[in-house]
């Protein structure tokens, strides 16, 4: 499985990298009333409205601003494409099978949570962008954008 890894504080991620669009540098984030607590806002990617998400509040993990350090990863998820805030984006990688362990192994619940990877430098843990929205927040988020 090839994968695009990326880092939120010291924790190394990872998306299927055939869920992934593009990776560029932040922008700035246009505020979207009544849009749920994961989503930061919006931005306009090549005439499209995309929602940006905070996944550091999915993993409860320190708020800090959004920099032009930081990197964006446009990706799909299920019916929708998103925009994922991230630290870095580390680069591609190839992870055989034999060397990942499904999510319901060790984290079960974590819908959102594919598995995890054992590479040479360490564990990646890698997400399913389909199940990473509630069905609260999918809906929540659609009425925001019409709204908009």
Request: proline share 5%; charged share 25%.
């Amino acid at each position: 499985m090839m994968l695009l890894v990326f880092t939120l504080d010291d924790w190394r991620c990872a998306l299927e990298l055939s869920t992934v669009e593009r990776a560029y540098r932040a922008v700035a984030v246009t505020p979207l009333p009544d849009a749920p607590d994961i989503v930061l806002g919006v931005i306009n990617v090549r005439g499209a409205i995309l929602p940006v998400v905070n996944i550091r509040r999915r993993f409860r993990l320190a708020e800090k601003e959004l920099t032009p350090d930081d990197k964006f990863i446009v990706a799909h998820a299920a019916d929708r494409l998103l925009v994922l805030v991230v630290d870095t984006v580390s680069g591609v990688i190839e992870c055989p099978a034999r060397d990942m362990t499904s999510a319901s192994a060790i984290l079960p619940g974590m819908a959102y949570v594919e598995g995890m990877a054992r590479l040479k430098d360490g564990m990646v843990l890698i997400h399913d962008l389909a199940r990473f929205l509630s069905l609260e927040e999918k809906t929540a988020l659609e009425q925001a954008l019409r709204s908009r």
